[in-house]
């Protein structure tokens, strides 16, 4: 029978399987992206519109991530990254940013079965040009990086404007990403293409003394291969289009250091997934010197239109696929349907939590530790979730030091 063939070789031949793809996005996200999740960060610092870097900087950070599943680890991800700023002539700046990383462990081919051992690697590099002025800014930024079965390209463009009494910015972006995606399985043959058009917008208003609201849109638009390579008969259409909304307010305590701030996301796709994500963060002083903050977040979302959950006994199942519904997948993946067993399309909700310190040295150092706990489940999401599913669970720990001069 071929689709037996085809497992065989898949679980023998497959090396580079895509599950760690989630941490690697949020590790390596465009500038776009990151500068308007920076937003709310330049405005709780009392400053709405944007001033030209007085000093340079440095950063370092490393991450260890894990993830879990069932009876054991899944994947484990160790990242470093080097970040250095320097301005120019007080109305420009420079900065650049290394990652690399290195990814070990096993992947699920579908819902939670997962395959052999794995390991990868991936360098990024990204750098932004800024020219400051005194009521905004422009930013024209670029970023690489590359995997064994990867290469992914971006260009970005950013502008702010500050009303002359400061209490009002806006920010406009647009992106470009361009994927290659390279066969690495039995699933794919031949070399594929992705491309992404990022468009966002935001607005930022000081509403009191003590608070700053935020709200920000934005929208993509994808052509090319979305499919997962790894994933046993997965389809997926050749484009996908999103949608979200976020919303920040940040509340300073008068007669502290301290500052709340919470977040709200909606998302919306074209392949029918919508989610929540509501997040809570205090930012208190300890003595004058050290810094903690809490964190909670929850996020639930309804599943793809084409996602199929687990069977109990389907009948073209074998040793190799229990569990999978392999008399639903296989005629639409060889028809050229829609179909996915992809876990992290299901409907599911997830709890994290965590907890950040960080503590200055004299007045140009500053050392950081976070630590945050990932947990998933069917059940937890809003509405109906999927079913048959393992419970999934990562952990993520973060240190870091900045240095200026």
């Keep these: 029978m071929q689709l037996r063939a085809d497992i065989t070789k898949m679980s023998k031949q497959s090396k580079n399987p895509a599950a760690s793809k989630q941490l690697l996005q949020a590790l390596g996200q465009s500038g776009l992206v990151a500068a308007l999740a920076g937003g709310a960060i330049i405005a709780s610092q009392n400053a709405l519109a944007e001033a030209a870097p007085e000093s340079a900087q440095i950063n ?5 991530y894990q993830d879990y599943q069932g009876s054991g680890d899944r994947i484990d991800v160790d990242a470093e990254s080097l970040q250095v700023l320097v301005p120019i002539a007080g109305q420009w700046s420079i900065s650049g940013t290394a990652v690399h990383d290195a990814i070990s462990g096993a992947s699920p081919r579908y819902h939670s079965s ?16 800024t020219r400051y002025f005194t009521q905004g800014s422009a930013a024209f930024g670029g970023s690489y990086s590359k995997e064994r079965d990867y290469i992914s390209r971006n260009v970005s463009a950013q502008g702010t404007y500050a009303t002359p009494n400061q209490n009002t910015s806006f920010i406009f972006g647009l ?6 995606i390279l066969p690495n399985s039995i699933f794919l043959d031949q070399k594929e293409h992705k491309k992404v058009f990022d468009m966002a917008l935001g607005v930022t208003q000081v509403i009191t003394q003590n608070d700053i609201g935020q709200i920000n849109y934005h929208h993509t638009h994808g052509t090319g291969y979305f499919s997962d390579q790894y994933k046993l008969y997965d389809s997926r259409p050749d484009s996908r289009n999103s949608d979200s909304v976020l919303l920040r307010w940040n509340h300073h305590f008068t007669g502290s250091a301290d500052t709340l701030r919470t977040a709200y996301r909606y998302y919306q796709d074209s392949n029918d997934i919508r989610s929540h994500t509501l997040e809570f963060e ?8 050290w810094r903690v903050t809490p964190l909670l977040r929850y996020y639930s979302q ?34 050229g349907g829609y179909a996915s067993m992809d876990q992290r399309l299901s409907a599911f909700g997830a709890l994290t ?12 150092w500053i050392a950081d530790v976070k630590f945050e706990r990932y947990e998933q489940k069917g059940s937890w999401a809003l509405g109906s979730g999927s079913k048959g599913l393992d419970s999934f669970g990562a952990r993520s720990l973060q240190f870091g030091i900045r240095h200026t001069f």
């Design 282 to 289: 205090y930012d208190m002083s300890v003595g004058d010197a």
């Design 60 to 64: 370092l950070k490393t991450l260890s």
């Design 302 to 335: 309804t599943a793809a239109s084409f996602y199929f959950d687990p069977v109990a006994n389907d009948p073209w199942a074998d040793a190799d696929t229990a569990g999978a519904p392999i008399s639903v997948i296989y005629p639409l993946y060889v028809s």
């Design 114 to 129: 997962s395959l052999t051992d794995i390991t990868d690697k991936r360098n990024a590099y990204s750098a932004t040009v």
């Design 353 to 364: 939590y965590g907890l950040k310190v960080s503590r200055e040295f004299g007045e140009h």
């Design 175 to 180: 992106g470009y990403t361009k994927d290659d």
